[in-house]
Nanobody, 126 residues
Framework: EMQLVESGGGLVQAGGSLKLSCAASGSTFDDYAVGWFRQAPGKEREGVSCITLSDGPTYYADSVKGRFVISTDNAKTTVYLQMNSLKPEDTGVYYC???????????????????WGQGTQITVSS
């Protein structure tokens, strides 16, 4: 069974950059849609970005559009989230999720997603 492991979190100053990785084990991301969520303390989890690995669409929440870039490696075993121009409001635990034979869209984040990572903490100081 697929397992997801996030890495790359940490503490960064506002305006800085971080790159998160979501690595798949047990399978590749072929025919999956993979996305990133985040949850700030006291707030609901929100969808950040997703990608359809079969060269399909990507999606970015308005709050990160133009600052974050989602991508994958050629082997489709890792999905990255490059986060630039970070703001304090980007602070939270970031989770990756994957769903087989699915397509990334704005509504993807509300579906029942099969696989989840354990999360990685991002803290942006002002």
């Amino acid at each position: 069974e697929m397992q997801l492991v996030e890495s790359g979190g940490g503490l960064v100053q506002a305006g800085g950059s971080l790159k998160l990785s979501c690595a798949a084990s047990g399978s590749t991301f072929d025919d999956y849609a993979v996305g990133w969520f985040r949850q700030a303390p006291g707030k609901e989890r929100e969808g950040v970005s997703c990608i359809t690995l079969s060269d399909g669409p990507t999606y970015y929440a308005d709050s990160v559009k133009g600052r974050f870039v989602i991508s994958t490696d050629n082997a489709k075993t890792t999905v990255y989230l490059q986060m630039n121009s970070l703001k304090p409001e980007d602070t939270g635990v970031y989770y990756c999720a994957a769903d087989y034979l699915d397509t990334c869209s704005s509504t993807w984040f509300g579906g029942l997603l099969e696989h989840w990572g354990q999360g990685t903490q991002i803290t942006v100081s002002s």
